[in-house]
């Protein structure tokens, strides 16, 4: 094996006999400086650009809801997510959310705290890659943990510093602040930062941990037998108790629940990954992890080789917890979530591989651009590309071969020939119902700009990102004053155009209602309303809990922890099988399928009967649709910016009028 990545001086040996910390104290980065400062002002450009606030959406609908049910537990007393206990009973983001949320109100708070987690994710994973990248590469890598896609779940849900709040970017960042520690050799701070870690988000927080466990086995097994020890006690004593969660590790889940979970939530189930592209993505990170473990030494081989293990391990429990024993524990705690440090490690592999490779020759040159171009289609091809390029990277660094020029040429020429197959399939997936599902720029069919979009989403962002911080760095690094004043041009641009971008908002996620629209129904709806009323909202959960401020009756996103609780898979699927009756979009099982590229058919018209049928359920209180069902409807709401009309129809009326006949 060479020593091929570039490695900081290890630290003095210490007197004979003193132990010897684990690993080499590492240094920082040379004395901060204006260059320093221009480059963390085109990072948080670049982090204006990949990571513009969308509004209350995906998980943040669910966080959001368990805070207001923290201010207000009688409104949402009978709210399907809530009836049989969430998941926030571990964590304590919610209370600290419901504090932002009461002293700044929803969207204000919200914003405020995904910016100060924003904010420390930045600086962890710069504590984090400042201690094992330099110079230009060292922001070339930040940026690229914002450009590229960072997805590391199975259905592209989930990625590394999400645009929208959640507790995983508190965890991933204090997760990088605690694996930058245990480099430094500073491991006692792990024993504040991982626990503040699992407060913050448990699930986040086992990767680290196992990571941490393993990287300090690694050097010495001693220091770990203990701690392992000890787990195995306090497991095996609450499985026998029957102390959370532990009770569950001797648990399995039955037929029943797991058909639901299977159907509805298919994220944490093994069956239901979509093989083709879940192995591209797993073999593209893997690779160059393990590419980047080989060709370093010391401490740096056992960072990259514990982040392999550790995402290899997660991926084994799911396989076992979810295809072999369906036990309970094991699908609760989604060990598939250790991916997140394989995702975080590769990226910094690719950003260390180039730094040390890159001037080494056209040979290293071709295969790096091969593994840019494997991460490009690591939806697709991708994988067998990036195994090809690392194992070929790997043997080049051992034994150095001159590549004749006519191979080199046929090399440069299957390199293209893969490429067009890329644009090809950039192409193909622009005019695809759904090509920007995962990224905050999206487009409409046939507009002219959603080609670019998708070159952007799938790669084009990576590489703008590396000239741009590539030309800030070396236009810096010069005395001149046209250099500097250049240098300082292009942060300019990039910010300007970055909060442009950020204000027009090629696309949002934010709750589809105007200010008048919002005053309108709630003048119009909620008199008529209880306060422990359970309202049915087409389409959109959001409009009850955040613009009526009342439980809702059933929605997908209401049954995404049914695999925490049997009772609320078992009610969830019963309530949302009563609403496909009226046909709305938010409860067509179809649009939760494999196939998210297509787009969901029309919803049909609801009729009386439909209406009476869904009614006819007790636990349902009020219905609000867009469509006028006769003379039904007991208020109307209009939104004149989107041109919306709202019919609320009141349950206990058509429950009493149904038995009158």
Known sequence: MTQALPQLPAAPAGPPGAAQPLAPPLQLAARWGARQSLMLLALLAVWLYARPWAGIWHDTRLYAAQALRLLHPGQFEHDLYFMFGSQDQFTLFSPLYSVFIQALGLDAGSQLLHALGSALWLAAAWYLLSGLLRGAMLWVGLAWLLLLPTDYDPIRAISLAEPYLTPRIFAEALGMLAIACLLRGKWRWLALLLPLSLVTHPLMTLGTLLFALLYLASDDPRRVVPLLAAGVLVAGAGAVLGFLPFQRLLQTMDPEWYAGVFRLTGLVTW?????????????????????????????????????????????????????????????????WRALWLVQLASVIALAALLAACWQRGR?????????????????????????????????????????????????????????????????????????????NYGVEIGDPMQWAVTLLRLGGNALLGMVLMLAIWHAAGRRQLLAWSLAAGMVGVAAAGALWLRQVGISSEQIKISAAGLRAVQAAFLPLMPAPASVYWEDDVRFSWFVLQRASYASHPQVYGMVFNRGNAIEGVRRLHRLERLGTADVDSSRYQRDTNRMPASPKLANADDIAYVCADVALDFVVLTQELGKLAVARADDPLYDRHYFLYDCARLRASHASR
């Not at 081989?301 to 514990?306: E, L, T």
């Not at 390029?389 to 590549?403: E, H, M, N, T, V």
Request: net charge neutral; with cysteine; hydrophobic share 55%.
């Open 363 to 439: 040979v290293f040159q071709l295969v790096l651009a091969a593994c840019m171009l494997g991460i490009f289609a690591r939806d697709s091809y991708g994988g067998l590309v990036t195994l090809l390029a690392c194992a070929i990277l790997c043997w080049q660094a051992g034994q150095p071969a001159p590549l004749p020029d006519r191979l080199y040429g046929y090399a440069c020429g299957l390199l293209l020939a893969v490429l067009s197959i890329w644009v090809a399939g950039v192409d193909a997936q622009s005019s695809a119902p759904l090509s920007a599902l995962y990224w």
């Open 271 to 335: 069956e239901r990954w979509n093989f083709t592209e879940v192995a591209s993505r797993v073999t593209v990170a893997f690779s160059l992890v393990l590419a980047a473990a080989w060709l370093s030494t010391g401490w740096r081989a056992r960072f990259y080789y514990c982040a392999a293990l550790t995402g290899a391990l997660g991926l084994l429990a799911t396989w076992l917890g979810t295809s072999v024993f369906h036990n309970v524990l094991l699908l609760q705690i989604q060990a």
